[in-house]
């Protein structure tokens, strides 16, 4: 079995993850949504929207626009992977299992007496009217808030998703059993159309069995966490343990043992034929990263204890509502909570591991505030052996770039 020291599964994990190595630019955020294989959707935006600030991680200053082209393009759908997740087209089909599964059970979140009749009558209005957002159906039962997702990808409720209409409770379940499809967001409303419709005919016609679509899908989280244990791969698209225990070896998937993890580990092959070496990126996360969606994974690679606050009564929070952690040399060295006044980037709070950290912090700030057309940048609560030298480094106008990283 092949041994593997704790700093180089942390650098095998951000190499799979496509934060250590010169950036795929060619691939694009296409590329980086088909290396990953889920991008997870949240209603929170501060700097942006989660899923804009996967990629931006990744390469940088890319146009949100493109971001957007990128996934609602026609290549790519949304379903329930990690959580609600923007998915490359081409996996619709490793789905079936879980669509199979929906079908078996009946039901999703809601029981509804007729839900039969209520989706003939949505799938004839989409038949007639073409594709339609949740409003145009009447999501709410008390013409409420819209609420795309039912709980939100971080499992709290949004809104009135308890109190859905007949309508919306019928066009999730048709989304959940694969006969609607989600291929784009209009004004972060869901826009459902016929999956005949929105999905290639050789991808929709496609029904792999379940060991097959387990077994692609434990590949592909293998091949996007590098090496993780068995719940890592579990949690990456939500499958049972004892699911990806079975799918393990058509996987293709190799044992490991790495220093200090208390779980046997398995790693993509390909992760192990070179040592992981090259430019780190110094930027801040999304909470809801596919580096760090894992509380226990994070801490068990980084050291590094992270919680979401959004939905922490505000006197308790420690770190912020939207704390990002800071990446920063293929660590995770810090925390910022950011918000956006016109064109200024605020700094809500900012903790790091040491003043040495403050370049980072500054690059990372910087290019942040102009990638979302913010041309200032101001600090309010940091300690107070943080606060000037980062005062003085945010005031050099260097523009950040590739340059501005660590090598390993």
């Known amino acids: 079995m092949e041994q593997m020291s704790a700093d180089q599964a942390r650098r095998v994990a951000l190499r799979a993850q496509g934060l250590l190595g010169a950036p795929d630019r060619r691939g ?16 929170i935006s501060v700097l942006a929207r989660s899923h804009e600030l996967i990629p931006y991680a ?5 146009g949100r ?3 957007e082209r990128a996934y609602w393009d026609g290549r790519a759908f949304e379903y329930w992977s990690h959580a609600a997740c923007v998915i490359p087209i081409e ?11 929906y079908l078996a059970r009946g039901h999703r979140w809601h029981k509804l007496d007729g839900l039969d009749a209520a989706a003939k009558k949505v799938l004839a209005r989409l038949r007639d ?51 609607v499809a989600c291929v784009e967001r209009r004004g972060w409303k869901r826009v459902y159309d016929l999956a005949s419709r929105a999905v290639p005919a050789e991808l929709r016609e496609a029904e792999p069995d379940d060991a097959t679509c387990l077994a692609e899908l434990v590949g592909e989280a293998g091949r996007a966490l590098g090496v993780a244990t068995v719940r890592d791969l579990a949690d990456y698209h939500r499958l049972r343990v004892a699911e990806v225990k079975a799918a393990l070896g058509p996987a293709g998937l190799v044992p490991v043992k790495v220093e200090g993890w208390a779980d046997p580990a ?34 068990r690679i980084f050291g590094f204890f992270h919680r979401l606050e959004a939905y922490t009564p505000k006197e308790r929070r420690v770190h912020g509502y939207f704390a990002m952690p800071l990446l920063s040399g293929g660590r995770l060295v810090g925390r910022v909570d950011p918000a956006r006044e016109g064109r200024t980037l605020v700094v809500r709070k900012i903790s790091l591991d040491g003043p040495r950290h403050v370049e980072a912090a500054a690059v990372a700030l910087r290019e942040a505030a102009s990638w979302v057309g913010c041309d200032e940048v101001r600090v309010e609560l940091a300690a107070p052996e943080i606060r000037t030298p980062l005062l003085n480094s945010l005031s050099n106008n260097n523009e950040p770039t590739w340059g501005n990283m660590h090598r390993s």
């Open 129 to 179: 009217e073409g594709p339609l957002t949740s409003g145009d159906i009447g999501g709410a039962r008390n013409g409420g808030a819209d609420a795309s997702k039912g709980p939100t990808s971080s499992g709290s409720a949004p809104g009135e998703w308890w109190d859905w209409s007949e309508s919306k409770i019928a066009i999730e379940w048709l989304l959940d059993i694969g006969e």
């Open 28 to 43: 694009g955020v296409s590329g980086v949504l088909r290396s990953l294989g889920a991008v997870q959707l949240d209603t």
């Open 266 to 299: 398995w790693a993509d092959p390909a992760a192990l034929a070179s040592e992981p070496r090259g430019r780190h990126r110094t930027t801040l996360l999304s909470p809801f990263d596919s580096l760090v969606w894992d509380r226990a994974r994070t801490e």
């Open 65 to 67: 626009a493109a971001v």
């Open 58 to 62: 990744r390469l940088g200053s890319v």
């Open 91 to 101: 996996r619709w089909p490793l789905f079936a299992f879980r669509r199979r599964a």
